[in-house]
C-alpha cells in the first residue's frame, strides 16, 4: 500500500507497521539473485539511455522502459515497482534535476 500512494506523488507524512511472524515465507536465495541481477540492467540501460541521449528527462526514461519489455518485473507491480530505483539512479546521473521534469544530464 506505501508504495502506491509514493508512486501515485503523495509527500505527506505517512508510516507503516509490518507485523512479521515466525511462519512468514522468506525470500529465497534464487529470488535475491534475480532482483540483484534486475537492478543492475536498470542500472545499465538508464546509464546507456543518458550516455547516448545526453540531455533526457526522467519522463524519456520511463517511456523508453515501458516500450523495453523488460523480464523479471515484481508480479503485481511491474514497472511501477521499480520506479524508486530508476529515480535514484536518474538523480546520481542528473544531480542537478527535479523529482521528474529534467532536462539536463551529466554522465561521466
Known amino acids: 500500500m506505501s508504495n502506491i500512494v509514493i508512486l501515485q506523488g503523495s509527500r505527506d507524512n505517512m508510516s507503516i507497521v509490518l507485523v512479521v511472524f515466525p511462519g512468514a515465507p522468506t525470500p529465497s536465495q534464487e529470488a535475491i539473485q534475480a532482483e540483484q541481477e534486475l537492478d543492475a540492467i536498470i542500472e545499465r540501460s538508464i ?10 528527462s526522467f519522463m524519456r526514461i520511463l517511456e523508453l522502459f515501458v516500450g523495453m519489455g523488460l523480464e523479471g518485473l515484481p508480479p503485481g507491480g511491474g514497472l511501477a515497482a521499480k520506479r ?13 534535476q527535479d523529482d521528474s521534469d529534467s532536462d539536463e544530464c551529466m554522465y561521466s
Request: glycine share 4%.
Open 84 to 96: 524508486a530505483l530508476m529515480a535514484e539512479i536518474y538523480r546520481e546521473l542528473c544531480p542537478k
Open 47 to 56: 546509464k546507456e539511455v543518458v550516455s547516448n541521449e545526453g540531455q533526457v
